[in-house]
């Protein structure tokens, strides 16, 4: 075997990534992905004249491969016996020597003394010892560059969370741990921390003396990110109920898809006990059923965040499922579309109506995809679960030859689905326009009341109005006599961008067509333009989704608790803070709150507000992105605030709409009336005292908005409005897709581009 004259000054410390080249004086570094430039010394050692252009080709525990470009030749550099001796093998390219030592087990074995040490006796030899020597630059600058990738590891912040160090505190812990170190120096040690280098190695050997340090350095500051820990602690949510635990609940999940007969079931129940609560995803629904069961002889009142309908004698209510009380006692209670409890908004509702109602039955009505959740927290909570499958009645039948991109081509019993209020508008008139129907019209902004007429108007039959053109807001909560579920498309902006409607949604949607007990028991679904068709049969074959968290929100007294922990914070600064610090169990997520931070900035403006009057507020329900609302809502925080009657300080109109500014003006205007009525209803009465005119004023509105609707014939946006929307396009570099059929074309065109690409190649 060749040997090179250099080898007795060569030595491999750690072979793992970083290797060390020492002479007889001097140390120097060569790492897999940098270079350090070695000494003359060593050059002369090994012969090299440019030695900056080594070329690493392979650096493992067996050994050192490396190439000399300006020499072209190769070496292997083996550890034979690493720490003790100075001696290993360099030996040129060809030789078939092969490398059997294992580098880092040696080097573990030759600081064993170190690497063995129990960390609080290292420590404590580190702190009591004298002020270091000196370390040489080169071994100063590898040192610092250990300490700061383990000050920069995520790693070591999310290990240092277990002893109460915040990520945000972590970075400057990290810089004094190294201050420290670099103060009492130990010999050993540094030799064996650089032996590691930085990484994973060196920070798992300095996490523990970085506790021990922490420990005694930090006290007040792991006090204080403990006590804010433990007041933002979201974990076990099942223990927030002691009353709910007290009680062994059974739990019936009506499992199936829409149209199957759920909540047809939980509601016999729901009318057989002798005190109900029906917990429902809308205000319309609650509605419905209250009306449904009043109409039966079972007394029922009424429970929404803008209004209280008390029927007296009654034992039962229907309520939208935040207003549900978690206090009072019932024999059955339903909770209705279960799966919400994954709704990124609103899914904590839902949660905390699972795990807090006190009653002996609680019927769960929805889709399968949180049937393995609910599953988990029945067994967390200790209720009986029983799983009830349903079936559709009918199969819902996908009509393969679509409207072929006609509108003309409506039919009786139609529902077309739009995601934009625009397209709805559009849909109307093209149909009036062009073929004999009349169309109602639904979607999420019309108040429940004037969502309700346009259904009644649809579902009679007899009269001309035998189109519904509807957004999203159909799948969910009215019984309609639809025969056929026709998308418009199937795409809808989120926000952001045009994304596809998820499968879910356009399997509840096209479900609502074809009800048992309806005109047309028998369903269909289409689509208004072919190439869409291929994505709504994928929708309807794919199976529902498993839901694999659910969301949470902390009650008020947790927030309040947890302000008390930090001064000097807004609060929206306070929940975002709360966000960032809280602790949740696997299956859970904090409930997305961008919009209550957003009312909650408006709101900072508004002195002298209690941190309760301040979270409640922030929860009114106010379209964000409409500035009149958000006015209102800041107008009637500041007359809370200064102690005056809350007025409502708005007209109604005489007539309805003229256009659709006008009806837009109406929309707004419902919601800021509603808002005044929700406001009453979590404030007390006295501050808010127009209530009864507010509800004549949401009465008059919801009709002149039914009157608009039946009349609307002009164009759905008015110039600014459209114009503001292309602005907003450009700005975001977006081309707004009319539908599915662009992209489908587009794929199209891929698909053929590339087997013809195969073709050729
Ligand atoms: N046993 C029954 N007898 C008479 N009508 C029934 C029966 N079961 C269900 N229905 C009717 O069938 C229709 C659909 O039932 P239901 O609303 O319970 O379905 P669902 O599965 O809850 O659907 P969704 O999820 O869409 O609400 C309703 O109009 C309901 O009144």
Not at 481 to 503: E, H, T
Not at 749 to 760: A, F, M, N, P
Request: hydrophobic residues 35%; charged residues 25%; aromatic residues 10%.
């Amino acid at each position: 075997m060749a040997r090179n004259p250099a080898t007795r000054l060569l030595r491999i410390y750690s072979s793992q990534f970083k290797v060390r080249f020492i002479s007889s004086s001097n140390r120097f570094a060569l790492s897999c992905h940098e270079f350090h430039h070695p000494s003359t010394q060593m050059h002369q050692s090994l012969g090299f004249t440019h030695p900056e252009r080594i070329q690493l080709n392979k650096c493992s525990s067996s050994g050192l491969d490396f190439r000399v470009l300006n020499l072209n030749k190769r070496f292997y550099c083996t550890p034979r016996e690493i720490g003790n001796s100075s001696d290993s093998i360099v030996s040129e390219h060809g030789d078939d020597n092969k490398i059997k030592s294992q580098a880092s087990a040696s080097t573990t074995e030759s600081f064993a003394h170190v690497s063995a040490l129990d960390p609080v006796k290292l420590y404590r030899r580190l702190r009591d010892g004298p002020i270091s020597e000196k370390l040489g630059l080169e071994e100063c600058e590898e040192l610092s560059e250990i300490f700061h990738s383990f000050a920069r590891s995520g790693w070591a912040s999310n290990q240092a969370l277990a002893i109460y160090i915040s990520a945000s505190f972590f970075p400057t812990a990290a810089h004094q741990f190294r201050n420290f170190f670099f103060k009492k120096i130990n010999r050993d040690t540094v030799d064996y921390l650089l032996s590691l280098g930085p990484g994973t190695q060196s920070e798992r050997f300095l996490f523990p003396i970085f506790v021990e340090f922490s420990l005694e350095h930090f006290p007040d500051e792991i006090k204080k990110f403990r006590s804010m820990i433990s007041s933002a602690d979201l974990t076990k949510p099942e223990t927030w109920f002691p009353f709910a635990r007290a009680i062994k609940r059974k739990i019936i999940y009506h499992c199936g898809p829409t149209n199957s007969g759920k909540t047809y079931n939980a509601l016999q129940r729901f009318m057989e006990a002798k005190k109900g609560i029906y917990c429902s995803p809308l205000r319309l629904l609650a509605m419905e059923v209250f009306d449904k069961v009043n109409s039966r002889g079972v007394y029922c009142s009424l429970l929404t965040g803008q209004e209280k309908k008390y029927v007296p004698f009654g034992n039962h209510t229907a309520c939208t499922v935040e207003m549900v009380s978690t206090e009072e006692l019932y024999e059955v209670a339903v909770i209705d579309e279960i799966q919400m409890m994954s709704d990124l908004y609103r899914g904590y509702a839902w949660t905390r109506a699972l795990l807090g109602l006190q009653a002996d039955e609680i019927h769960l009505c929805g889709d399968p995809s949180v049937l393995s959740i609910v599953r988990k927290i029945c067994k967390e909570t200790g209720d009986e679960l029983i799983e009830n499958h349903y079936e559709r009645f009918k199969p819902l039948v996908v009509e393969a030859k679509t409207l072929l991109g006609d509108i003309k081509n409506v039919r009786s019993g139609d529902c077309v689905v739009a995601f934009s209020r625009r397209e709805i508008f559009e849909t109307k008139i093209a149909i009036e326009k062009h073929t004999n129907h009349k169309c109602c019209v639904i979607y999420g902004a019309l108040p429940p009341e004037t969502r309700r007429h346009q259904a009644n108007l649809f579902n009679e039959q007899g009269n001309e109005y035998d189109i519904l053109v509807a957004s999203d807001a159909v799948g969910m909560g009215l019984n309609l006599n639809i025969r056929r579920i026709v998308f418009y498309n199937l795409s809808k902006y989120n926000g952001d961008k045009m994304v596809p409607v998820p499968a879910s949604q356009v399997k509840q949607i096209a479900g609502r067509a074809g009800r048992r007990g309806s005109v047309y028991p028998d369903g269909l679904t289409t689509t208004l333009h072919l190439p869409d068709l291929d994505y709504l049969i994928e929708c309807l074959q794919k199976p529902f989704d498993e839901i694999t968290k659910v969301g949470l929100f902390p009650f008020f007294e947790q927030v309040e608790l947890f302000a008390g922990q930090i001064a000097d914070i807004t609060f929206s600064q306070l929940l975002q803070k709360f966000s960032e610090n809280c602790r949740l169990d696997g299956y859970y997520f904090l409930c997305k709150h961008d919009h209550i931070k957003k009312v909650a900035n408006m709101l900072e403006k508004v002195g002298g507000m209690s941190l309760e009057d301040r979270f409640n507020f922030c929860f009114a329900p106010v379209n964000i992105r409409d500035p009149k609302a958000m006015y209102h809502l800041l107008r009637f925080a500041q007359s809370y605030a200064n102690d005056v009657p809350v007025s409502l300080a708005m007209g109604v109109p005489r007539g309805s709409a003229r256009n659709d500014g006008e009806l837009l003006d109406l929309e707004s205007k419902h919601q800021v009336v509603s808002m005044y009525l929700w406001l009453s209803n979590h404030f007390k009465e006295e501050r808010f005292p127009y209530v009864k005119k507010a509800e004549g004023m949401a009465a008059d509105i919801a009709e002149l908005l039914g009157e608009s609707l039946i009349k609307a014939d002009w164009k759905p946006e008015s110039r600014s409005q459209g114009k503001r929307d292309r602005d907003r396009d450009r700005e975001e570099g977006y081309q707004r897709p009319r539908s599915l059929v662009k992209e489908q074309d587009k794929k199209r065109q891929e698909r053929d581009l590339e087997s013809l690409g195969k073709v050729i190649a």
